[in-house]
């Protein structure tokens, strides 16, 4: 039986990591940051037939209908279009 990418050259991590990692203060924030857009945009696509509107439209192009919510949230985060802010501690 032949493994399913047999055939087919591997697809790299698209952005590159490097200009992910140019956007944010760590690769922690990186993850934390793509996870959240990416839940945001899979509830979107959830709610688009009840018409309520609550979350954010996917902001980044990506040419394919069948992005994944993890591919066009990492997607935005290369672009510059989804930011993050770190709170400050509050002071005792």
Do not use: C, W
């Amino acid at each position: 039986m032949a493994h399913p990418s047999e055939g087919r050259p591997l697809r790299m991590i698209e952005p590159k990591i490097d200009d992910l990692q140019a956007q944010v203060d760590s690769r922690y924030t990186l993850v934390i940051l793509a996870a959240k857009r990416a839940r945001e945009i899979n509830s979107y696509y959830s709610q688009l037939g009840e018409g309520r509107g609550e979350f954010v439209p996917p902001l980044a192009e990506t040419g394919d209908l069948r992005s994944k919510p993890l591919a066009i949230a990492l997607q935005e985060i290369a672009e510059g279009k989804v930011v993050f802010e770190r709170l400050e501690a509050p002071a005792d």
